[in-house]
């Protein structure tokens, strides 16, 4: 299941979830296989993309190897 933005990782992750979105996301590999955690692709987020390029360089690879794998 794709957790996208903190509302879903919220609600599905309930206290497993870290304090920030950022954190909650640099931590993915904690909730796989079962939940790949992401933030909402809207385009207010494209300065958190910016502050956060181990995004792009370790999270979005992983995530091109994971929907491969479906």
């Known amino acids: 299941i794709m957790l996208i ?9 309930k206290d497993k979830s870290k304090k ?3 954190e909650t996301v640099a931590n993915y590999k904690e ?4 939940y790949f ?3 909402h692709p809207s385009p207010r ?3 958190w993309l910016t ?4 995004f792009d360089k370790e999270v979005v690879p992983e995530l091109q190897n994971f929907i491969l794998r479906l």
């Not at 933005?5 to 992750?13: D, E, I, S, T």
Request: net charge positive; charged share 10%; no cysteine.
């Open 5 to 13: 933005g903190m509302y879903a990782q919220n609600y599905y992750l």
């Open 20 to 22: 920030t979105l950022t």
């Open 31 to 34: 909730y796989l296989p079962d």
């Open 37 to 39: 955690v992401l933030p």
């Open 45 to 47: 987020n494209r300065f």
């Open 51 to 54: 502050k956060n390029p181990w």
